[in-house]
């Protein structure tokens, strides 16, 4: 199906999505429906989400089959994550009561050629998306799989092979009766909208070729009158017609990478890339190319690599290097605050979470999480521990839920009450 001629189920499944995209929102407090939350932007508007915590704050953890890096994600008291075996021949998802931590189902995928995997990726690295009716997993050259929330498959669809030295990241996302899904790969990769109730093709849209890998996962946002789906690349950042799956603009990056997911405030896009390059803000609402026209700014970035997202809060724009040097930006201008390393040793890959004017930053060695206040000069309110050892590695994004934090080792899950 091309992208630009959408299907009549197409449009009947769209015809109302200005009312689709602010039904998130409603929920926001109520579940954590997918990769950083309802947004998929990192920020949680929950009031009673714990700034400090240690060993002692641990109500339950939980063993989990094989090791995986998605995060949890929640509809209710079922929480849903994913795992895989060491040679990703099998690939687990999982449903998990929120309160105890039991295990409620367990269903097992098998993978007859699966990828190459990064040392620092898994085969088991996206997170779960649902709605409330469906669990969507996927797991790149093991197919993209729907159930519902008693563990019923309802449908299975190969969506690629997967070349390449690095393997897949990239989360599906649910938008209305769709479900998308970035296909990036060291070859041909596309942009996907299936039916959420069939697997169906709704629309494909062609991105570049050989764009290393399939990291990043687009975001919806809402720009003036229309809405726009946004994903970061290898080459830059792109939005697209969620309706229709066509290319509206494009903004060349600066060195490549795109995993990070870039954050949307003061009605601008903030993107930085996966290798070290500048960070840049983007107008988004263009069409093209608009590198010239709608890139508003850009900064230097001296922190090296990036595997963490941008978040904005307030004025203050933030970017976290993986070597853990930090950087606050006016979000306005693209003016350094303060550039400082945080003062811990270790590795920083997951995404930063953003609660009660705060940024979560987690370490991957040992689950170490830092919550600074973002201003002028760094502030690290506290760093809080679970108890793990150093060598329990942890690259999932944090997910708050109902008043608790869920932080997920390769192999382990976390409750964190206050």
Same mark, same amino acid.
């Given at each position: 199906m091309k992208p630009g001629h959408p299907s009549r189920l197409a449009c009947s499944l769209l015809g109302s999505l200005a009312a689709l995209v602010s039904l998130p929102q409603l929920r926001a407090e109520e579940n954590w429906p997918q990769f950083r939350g309802p947004t998929g932007r990192g920020h949680s508007s929950a009031q009673d989400v714990p700034l400090k915590w240690s060993a002692d704050s641990v109500l339950w953890k939980t063993k989990l089959k094989g090791k995986g890096q998605s995060s949890p994600v929640n509809w209710g008291d079922k929480l849903f994550l994913t795992g895989a075996s060491e040679d990703g021949s099998a690939r687990y998802l999982f449903c998990v009561d929120r309160n105890k931590g039991k295990i409620l189902w367990e269903k097992e995928v098998s993978c007859k050629a699966p990828e190459n995997p990064h040392k620092m990726n898994s085969f088991a690295t996206p997170t779960c998306a649902t709605d409330g009716e469906h669990v969507i997993a996927f797991f790149g050259p093991g197919g993209l799989h729907c159930y519902d929330l008693a563990g019923k498959k309802l449908w299975s669809r190969d969506v690629g092979d997967f070349p390449g030295p690095w393997g897949v990241a990239a989360s599906p996302v649910i938008i209305g009766k769709l479900v998308i899904q970035n296909c990036d790969a060291e070859g041909a990769s596309s942009l996907l909208a299936m039916d959420i109730k069939t697997g169906e093709p709704i629309w494909k849209t062609k991105r570049e070729d050989k764009p290393r890998g399939g990291w990043s996962t687009p975001i919806l946002i809402e720009d003036g009158s229309r809405s726009e789906l946004i994903l970061n690349g290898e080459y830059g950042v792109r939005g697209y017609d969620p309706k229709s799956g066509r290319e509206l603009w494009f903004c060349h990056g600066f060195n490549g990478r795109g995993a990070p997911v870039p954050d949307f405030a003061n009605g601008l896009l903030y993107v930085v890339n996966g290798k070290p390059g500048d960070t840049y803000a983007v107008k =988004?609402?263009?069409?093209?190319?608009?590198?010239?026209? +709608?890139?508003?700014?850009?900064?230097?970035?001296?922190?090296?690599?990036?595997? =963490?997202? =941008?978040?904005?809060?307030?004025?203050?724009?933030?970017?976290?290097?993986?070597?853990?040097?930090?950087?606050?930006?006016?979000? +306005?201008?693209? @003016?350094? +605050?303060?550039? @400082?390393?945080?003062?811990?040793?270790? @590795?920083?890959a997951a995404s930063p979470l953003v609660a009660n004017g705060h940024v979560f930053i987690g370490n991957v060695y040992g689950g170490e999480t830092l919550v600074i206040k973002p201003g002028k000069k760094l502030d690290v309110i506290s760093i809080n521990g679970l108890g793990a050892d150093s060598k329990e590695l942890f690259r999932a994004t944090l997910a708050p839920i109902k008043g608790r934090i869920y932080a997920r080792s390769f192999s382990t899950l976390y409750c964190i009450g206050s």
């Open positions: =988004p609402g263009g069409k093209g190319d608009v590198t010239k026209s +709608h890139m508003k700014w850009h900064s230097k970035r001296r922190g090296g690599r990036d595997l =963490p997202s =941008p978040v904005v809060v307030g004025d203050y724009l933030i970017v976290v290097s993986m070597s853990g040097i930090a950087a606050c930006y006016d979000a +306005h201008t693209g @003016e350094i +605050h303060w550039e @400082e390393r945080l003062g811990v040793k270790g @590795e920083f």
